[in-house]
């Protein structure tokens, strides 16, 4: 479905992002349909962050989808369990890129009510794949599956992990071009979709070629800053279109009660 026109302010549907305090100062969240590029160096979450906002969207009985090149399931799904999220609210359900497969795990995602997280493990397929040979098309791989799950089982948001893992993956030539193609992709869709990209250490640039940013709907940073020896998390929305969104720099705190966000550079809480 193509954009459409608002005929007066606050019309708008969004998404929150899932961070309290973070949402707040954004009208909500990010307006249906976004692209949302969440940058930052390793280790700031940024997977998390996604896995949280989709996580948030599941549990309202939405179907949602998270393509990871970069960790296997276990992994990530590890990671998460570590970090508290309840799997009794959601399913989650796995899939890699067999149309077979995809079939039979499309009906169980019908069959059953509440929301589901399908999750896309193209890392594992992509480990056991070796040299550069095989591995030609991925973002057509990744374009039909998502296509399947929009029109099988109305997925209403994705996250990409990462866009650097793609790149290594596809033909990259003109850049400019196949990031504006893979945007809009998901725009027609109509699905709301988180692209994780990683900043240098150094913060020197948000992403790799330098465009993402510019072609995305909303930029989401994340640094690791260091303050007397101690080392927080701090997340500032640096754009988001349509959006009254406060620009200031938040620490990012997740505790047992989920992600938030601290106003006016506080301390965290320990
Ligand atoms: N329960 C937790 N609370 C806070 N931080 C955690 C928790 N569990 C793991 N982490 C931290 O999360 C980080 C990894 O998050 P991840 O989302 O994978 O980061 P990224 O995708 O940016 O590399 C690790 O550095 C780990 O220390
Ligand atoms: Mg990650």
Redesign the pocket.
């Known amino acids: 479905m193509p954009e459409e026109l608002i005929s007066a302010k606050g019309q708008i549907k969004r998404m929150p992002i899932g961070i309290k305090g973070l949402d707040e100062h954004a009208e909500g969240g990010v307006p249906l349909g976004s692209s949302v590029l969440v940058t930052?160096a390793?280790?700031?979450?940024?997977?998390?962050?996604c896995f949280n906002a989709i996580y948030t969207e599941a549990s309202k009985g939405n179907n949602v989808l998270y393509i990871t090149l970069e960790q296997s399931y276990v992994s990530l799904l590890n990671?998460m369990i570590?970090?508290?999220f309840n799997f009794d609210k959601i399913d989650v359900t796995i899939i890699g890129s067999d149309p077979n497969i995809i079939r039979q795990k499309i009906k169980q995602v019908n069959a059953s009510k509440k929301g589901h997280l399908i999750l896309s493990d193209l890392a594992s397929l992509r480990a056991t794949i070796k040299g550069k040979g095989a591995t030609e098309n991925w973002w057509d791989t990744i374009a039909k599956i998502v296509k399947t799950m929009k029109k099988e089982t109305n997925i209403t948001a994705v996250v990409l992990d990462s866009l650097n893992s793609l790149y290594v993956l596809s033909d990259f030539k003109e850049p400019r071009n196949k990031i504006f193609h893979i945007y809009n992709f998901f725009k027609q869709l109509d699905v709301t979709t988180f692209f994780?990209s990683e900043m240098p250490k150094d913060a020197s640039k948000y992403s790799e070629y330098e465009i993402e940013p510019f072609l995305a709907d909303a930029v989401v940073v994340i640094q690791l800053v260091e303050r007397n020896r101690k080392v927080t998390r701090e997340i500032n929305v640096a754009k988001m279109r349509a959006t009254k969104v406060s620009v200031d720099v938040f620490t990012l705190e997740?505790s047992k009660t989920g992600f938030q966000a601290l106003y006016g550079g506080k301390m965290p809480l320990v």
């Open positions: 930052g390793a280790g700031t979450m940024k997977s998390s962050v990671q570590n970090m508290g994780v997740y």
